[in-house]
């Protein structure tokens, strides 16, 4: 099946600073890809839809001046939690739709903000 | 928008037998219902899926049911082993993209 690949798998940071994290299809394009938030031991929860060349549409309640959306190709989608803080913390998850339709999810990435 | 409810939470069972997760979900649009596995730390594996013009699907142990009817599906994973157990998640949505997941079902298969 199609691969995805997330970047980095885990990272801690300081509160404060800010975290870049990248989703890329690996063998197909992908016009659209999507962010995920889990808190442990619960469900996924959409959090933004990034398109291609265009500004992402962000979920109800989810602040798109903190959690930045940027997908410059069609094989990388970056998230990027600005002044992160422990609330943050969470595992973050990418799927990207490929040209028939179904959609391949990352790996994750764990975020631990101190 | 669409509520997708999942049972049970956590589910144990021995190796061999049969494992059986139940979704309900509220929005009669919704016409693709996928289940992903979930390994711990890693992202979520699509392992089979239905549409809404079928009512059962099979894939070796795997099978999933459809009542659209009763707006219900269910996973069904016969002769279980130990590397199925897993968190499994439902969800549905009106196409691949959207789609609502359930709060999901943590699987142990009992060696």
């Known amino acids: 099946g199609a691969v995805v690949s997330q970047h980095p798998s885990w990272v801690i940071c300081k509160s404060g600073t800010s975290v870049k994290i990248e989703c890329r299809s690996l063998?197909?394009?992908?016009?659209?890809m999507f962010w995920y938030r889990q808190f442990p031991k619960q469900s996924l929860m959409l959090m933004a839809t990034?398109?291609?060349?265009?500004?992402?549409?962000?979920e109800q309640g989810v602040e798109k001046d903190k959690f930045l959306i940027n997908h410059a190709s069609l094989t990388l989608s970056t998230l990027t939690v600005t002044s992160a803080h422990p609330e943050d913390s969470s595992f973050y998850i990418c799927?990207?739709?490929?040209?028939?339709?179904?959609?391949?999810f990352g790996e994750g990435s764990r975020l631990t903000v101190l | 928008g669409e509520n997708v409810e999942q049972h049970p939470s956590t589910l144990s069972v021995q190796e061999g037998d049969s494992a059986v997760i139940k979704c309900t979900y509220s929005?009669?649009?919704?016409?693709?219902f996928p289940w992903y596995k979930q390994e711990l730390g890693k992202g979520p594996q699509l392992i089979i899926d239905?549409?809404?013009?079928?009512g059962e699907k099979k894939d070796q142990r795997i099978a999933v049911t459809l009542n659209k009817t009763a707006k219900h599906f269910s996973l069904h994973i016969t002769e279980t082993q130990p590397e199925d157990s897993a968190v499994y998640f439902c969800?549905?949505?009106?196409?691949?993209?959207?789609?609502?997941f359930g709060t999901g079902t943590k699987l142990q298969v009992i060696p």
């Open positions: 799927s990207a739709k490929s040209d028939t339709g179904e959609l391949f």
């Open positions: 063998d197909f394009q992908a016009t659209t």
């Open positions: 990034s398109n291609e060349g265009s500004k992402a549409t962000y």
């Open positions: 929005d009669s649009a919704s016409n693709y």
């Open positions: 239905i549409r809404s013009n079928v």
């Open positions: 969800a549905a949505g009106p196409g691949y993209q959207k789609v609502t």
